[in-house]
């Protein structure tokens, strides 16, 4: 069978697979028109004094089983709020996965501390906790673990690490909403002592930008909404800024967008879900593919394949030859581990004075090697919808199970 790369048909003609940069690929609709005008018309706009931004962020912990939650701009401004309530001195560590959005990283260096990362599991890419415990130092002061693609990582086990430690564990859950940490359990995001969620047009569910950040700490949530509003305490007093702080505020109108979407959350994991479970069933036996594993605890952000006998080149023509056939994919997801991105490698912060990492750590090729065999010859990721019909699932398996016989060696 002739791939479409190479001349043949392709699988999937006509219209194009639902996207998340295409209202087919999104769940807005009039309910978000509806709170859009609600709050254009109250003439109040800014979440110090509106009620979206307080709805939104009680709403949310109710639904997530938390006693705070903090609203603000980005997924990646609620990594920095988490990072900022840890309050690492110059110099202090936090250990990072290496396969992640940048976003995970940069707060870490925002706040003059150095990211220490870890390897990761050679299926999930999620941390390794074996490797992550071997990793803590004297001026270890937290870890960030990252939901990756929806899956939940080991982050029970890695609570009962940083307790030991005496440190803190972050969630990074912007891949993972409403992922069970076991069936039955508590949600990724409310094990460690903060999580952090991302309403980016890609996510779940979305507002364009926007993040929220959950916690059961009293004092850390007050570190974190101090810090999204330039460490003013708005608590009627004088004015004070107590801390060094940012402006990560969200607004009504984002807030507003924001409810409606997360009144539809759970439908939206349950179809993914399903359209995932579609798939793995097609897909199942295929020689030399590795599937998501899941015990109910995978959210589908992306559908991973693990694929084995590809060199760097063989996985990008896997990938390549996927989006001919109408399945768009990514292979390694990301061009490189973080670690060996210029702004670490290269010293591209303040000023290319190299701080706060020079002279304290170096990130050399080989640093997490089941992260690099990933990323060069083992992952491809396909983005997932909750749109997605069953047809649009039937294509996508047709269209793997048509590249992996002819890309991947016998």
């Known amino acids: 069978m002739t791939l479409a790369i190479h001349g043949g048909s392709p699988v999937r003609t006509g219209t194009p697979l639902p996207s998340a940069l295409t209202s087919a690929g999104r769940t807005i609709g009039v309910e978000e028109e509806l709170a859009v005008l609600r709050v254009l018309r109250s003439g109040v706009l800014n979440g110090v004094w509106g009620p979206e931004v307080p709805a939104l962020a009680r709403e949310f912990a109710e639904l997530m089983g938390s006693e705070h939650a903090v609203a603000c701009s980005s997924g990646t401004a609620a990594l920095h709020l988490a990072v900022a309530a840890v309050d690492p001195a110059p110099g202090d560590e936090i250990i990072v996965p290496p396969i992640s959005d940048m976003g995970s990283v940069a707060p870490i260096l925002a706040q003059n501390a150095v990211p220490v990362f870890a390897d990761v599991d050679p299926i999930t890419g999620c941390l390794d906790v074996s490797d992550v415990e071997a990793k803590i130092t004297a001026r270890t002061r937290a870890i960030m673990v990252v939901h990756l693609f929806g899956k939940v990582a080991e982050v029970e086990r890695l609570r009962a690490l940083a307790d030991r430690a005496g440190i803190l564990l972050i969630e990074d859950c912007a891949q993972a909403y409403l992922a069970p940490v076991r069936p039955g359990g508590p949600f990724a995001g409310t094990i460690g002592h903060i999580g952090c969620f991302s309403l980016q047009q890609y996510k779940h569910i979305t507002t364009g930008d926007g993040g929220l950040a959950i916690t059961d700490d009293p004092a850390l949530a007050r570190s974190m909404r101090l810090f999204a509003d330039k460490g003013w305490p708005r608590d009627g007093g004088e004015r004070a800024y107590l801390s060094f702080a940012l402006n990560y505020r969200m607004s009504e109108l984002t807030a ?140 996508i398996a047709a269209a793997i199970t048509k590249v992996h016989a002819e890309v991947v060696p016998a």
């Open 256 to 395: 507003a967008v924001g409810r409606e979407q997360l009144r539809k959350l759970p439908g939206v994991v349950e179809r993914r879900r399903a359209g995932a479970a579609r798939l793995s069933k097609c897909l199942d036996g295929t020689p030399g593919l590795t599937l998501p594993p899941d015990t109910g605890d995978h959210v589908y952000w992306y559908f991973p394949l693990i694929i084995d006998n590809l060199d760097s080149d063989g996985l990008r023509l896997y990938a390549a030859a996927l989006a001919a056939e109408g399945v768009p994919a990514i292979a390694g997801y990301l061009a490189r581990p973080l670690y060996a991105e210029p702004v670490l490698r290269d010293g591209k912060a303040y000023g290319g004075s190299g701080f706060p990492t020079r002279g304290r750590m170096e990130y050399p090729d080989g640093l997490c090697p089941t992260a690099e065999s990933l990323v060069a010859r083992r992952l491809v990721v396909v983005p997932w919808n909750e749109n997605f019909s069953e047809r649009d699932v039937d294509d």
